[in-house]
């Protein structure tokens, strides 16, 4: 969330919404220490990822597997050496297996299934169309890709196909990105198709299209949801902490960017010398 006093509206991201729902209090450090946000070798395998496929969809003539394959390398290699990143449980040995083979995942099963002619990387800020203590509320991101028909695209890398009954119940992505798309004209009105293109972390291809769909009450849901989260951040200010979520596995040093500032200040020592512990016969 971010204020623009001179516009006098408040920008809502889904990435901040999604840290409210995790973690209050690190959504509240995503806004006063950006400066410690870091990525992990899960965010730059995935930001390789979409740079070859970035690469395919906006030359679709004369582009080969191949030629992806050269630009999701680059950009690996050039993300690995240049900057700061977590290390998770990913076997770091075959991360260049594991980029061989979601490549193919994409190239030879996801991308005959999208349709051609799109917007790439769309940027967009939408009016949500309520006020909040007198600022406008906006929507703002960036949609991977969005087809000349209005089916919004998102590709993800993950370590595992996603429970589409879950997304469909309850993930914020596919809400913000098709209100957007309907307060922009990006697609004709709801109805709005929100398609995963998952690409598995394994040395074997594996992928998943996953379609969730958004209506009209979503987009209504959508601005309850939003004025609860931006209103209670607005009374409650950043200077003080927010509620803390230990609960979530996300709650780690591996994952968490502000871990050695929060509860890792306190019980960091502990938890990595803790055992790892297994059943035996």
Known sequence: MKINEKEKRIYVRQSWLGDMAICPERARLGHVRPDLRTGSDATIIGTALHAGIEYVLQFPEGQTFEQMKVVVNREYGLLEAGQAYKKTNIDQEKIPAYLESMCISFYEN??????????????????????????????????????????????????????????????????????????????????????????????????????????????????????????????????????????STLCSQSWCSYWDICKGAWCGEQEVAFADQSLTD
């Not at 203590?133 to 370590?159: A, C, F, H, Q, R």
């Not at 601005?223 to 200077?239: P, Q």
């Open 110 to 247: 996801i991308l005959p299934h999208v349709e051609q002619g799109g917007e790439v990387e769309k940027y967009f800020q939408a009016p949500l169309g309520i006020e909040i203590n007198g600022y406008g509320v906006w929507l703002e991101g960036t949609m991977d890709y969005i087809t000349p028909s209005g089916v919004i695209w998102d590709w993800k890398t993950s370590s595992r196909t996603y429970n589409i009954k879950e997304k469909q119940k309850s993930a914020v992505q596919p809400t913000v990105y098709a209100e957007a798309a309907v307060q922009l004209g990006l697609c004709p009105d709801y109805p709005v198709q929100f398609k995963y293109g998952v690409m598995v972390r394994t040395e074997t291809p594996k992928h998943q299209i996953a379609v969730v769909e958004r209506t009209q009450q979503h987009g209504l849901w959508l601005r309850h949801l939003v004025r609860g989260a931006v209103t209670s951040a607005l009374k409650t200010g950043y200077e003080d902490n927010w509620f803390m979520n230990d609960s």
